[in-house]
């Protein structure tokens, strides 16, 4: 064996220590052997072959061993007897496929997902309420949203509870930079200029405890990231899901009741693309749905901005063009389009990595 290719196979056999324990028992040997016989075929052809396997392997390396980590720890923390996820009314759906959905999806799933999107978009569409009514409605379609996330939690996070997971974690960024002055929480008066800072996060953290007292276990976590490595389009879904909160964003400075309109509006359409994404059938489905009730919902945000600019709407300014709404709008559903559809690129990689991969 040549020095190149010995210091190659201490290499690999440094990172197969990284496996766990019971998967190097049973796995290391042969991998190692496979390496070997690849690493003599390259060296064989040439060192642009042997730079190639190399970087085949280092690309493939993280994702196994994070893998074989996940149904380690899986298998350890998440079988004990007596926890809610052992079955009964709490019982987890199936673990998606590549391909095809796990089988017929249940009516109340369609209904779930619709209300993911729809009890927050309605809520921020009622902004031009006043002061009391508002933050009840916003802070109450959140409550509803966290209830969504515990009850998808120990479950074992089925498909419609990744929206939950977005939209969750979108709101608790957002409101920690927000200020709320006078309102009244937990005996605390929030001042004039005081953010929620950490407080936002604590919603999340009530759940995250309630979770692990119910299921008294790791294993529905690691449903949620075997469920994402198996069909990557649910991180599509999880980034759905921040559309609310990000579409109303985008309408900050328009006057309601104006906005309100064209808010309720995208939050029908934004549900919609949701339902048909849980009844899809393949990836090229769920995709197609996701990006339909993205581009859609963008394109009634757009019109609404540009006449909104454009027209004699706003006191002491004067009319934009509209050209000056659209260009950004656009540019901005590129950036949107191209983070949801990430997570299909990831399982199109994995698809062309998965026959070449010996590590």
Known sequence: MSRPAGLLSRGYRCLLRLYPAT?????????????????????????????????RELCAWPGAVGRQWTCTLWAR?????????????????????????PGPVPRHYTLLAALALLVPGLALAAWFLPGSWRQTLVLGSYLYVLLGLLAGWVRGFPTWSCLHVGYSLLFALWLSVVSSPG??????????????????????????????????????LARLFAGAWRDPT?????????????????????????????????????????????????????????????????????????????????????????????????????????ILLAPASLSLLQQRARPHRTA
């Open 23 to 55: 998967f190097r028992a049973e796995f290391a040997a042969e991998m190692d052997d496979v390496f070997g016989e690849a690493v003599a075929d390259a060296t064989q052809r040439g060192r642009g072959a042997l730079v190639r396997l190399c970087l």
């Open 234 to 338: 649910r991180l599509s879904l999880v980034v759905y899901g921040t559309l609310p909160l990000v579409i109303w964003v985008l309408f900050d400075e328009v006057h309601d009741p104006y906005r309100s309109s064209f808010e309720i509006v995208i939050a029908f359409l934004l549900a919609a693309g949701a339902v048909a994404y849980v009844r899809s059938e393949t990836t090229g489905q769920r995709i197609l749905s996701l990006l339909a009730g993205l581009t859609v919902s963008w394109i009634v945000s757009t019109v609404g901005l540009a006449a909104y600019w454009n027209g004699p709407r706003v006191p002491g300014h004067a009319p934009f063009h509209w050209f000056d709404s659209v260009v950004p709008m656009v540019l901005a559903w590129a950036v949107v389009a191209a």
């Open 183 to 220: 309102l009244e929480l937990l005996g605390h008066t929030f001042g004039a200029n005081e953010v929620w800072g950490w407080r936002a996060w604590l919603g999340l953290a009530v759940v995250a405890l309630l979770a692990l007292l119910l299921t008294r276990s790791l294993r529905p």
């Open 77 to 101: 923390f998440g079988g004990r007897k007596g926890a809610i996820m052992d079955g009964g009314p709490f019982a987890p759906e199936p673990l998606p496929s590549r391909a095809e959905a």
